[in-house]
């Protein structure tokens, strides 16, 4: 997507695993907006590092998803699925701070959609695509999992 503030809705979340065993929640976003140029455009595999230096991005996206985002085990591709695709959400691209050929930009910033973008948007949210199923050749965690509880996010 381009450098911009955009009205998007999560089409893909699942957990992505690192060839160093480093774990994300990874989401796809695509342009909701119908009256953007860029509409059905996605903003693919943007990542959200299960770090504690990192956690900060997913809690700004969960706040602005839903003020009272539902509690979900982040390392489980089902309820990471579950608890984010379908959701709209305005979403600040930027140009990435480390560029690439395959990322030149990223998101960096979360808001709430306004009463007048959700209705420029629709009652009715957008089409999910089902989960991807896990690929064989990613690793499986190295990270023990963790037992419920009462925290949204256990870090």
Avoid: M, Y
């Amino acid at each position: 997507l381009p450098v911009g503030r955009h009205l998007v809705t999560v089409t893909r979340a699942g957990l992505f695993v690192s060839q160093a065993g480093k774990e994300a929640v990874e989401v796809t976003f695509e342009v909701a907006d119908p009256s953007s140029p860029h509409r059905g455009r996605r903003h693919d595999n943007e990542k959200f590092w299960l770090t504690e230096a990192a956690a900060h991005r997913l809690v700004n996206l969960c706040l602005a998803c839903d003020p009272d985002f539902p509690a979900f085990d982040e390392r489980s591709d089902d309820e990471v699925h579950r608890a984010f695709v379908g959701r709209r959400v305005a979403v600040q691209i930027a140009a990435a701070r480390k560029a690439d050929a395959f990322r030149p930009v990223e998101a960096v910033g979360f808001d709430a959609l306004t009463d007048d973008e959700l209705e420029l948007l629709g009652a009715a949210p957008a089409q999910a695509a089902p989960p991807a199923p896990r690929s064989p050749a990613r690793p499986a965690s190295i990270a023990p999992t963790l037992p419920p509880g009462d925290d949204d996010i256990p870090f």
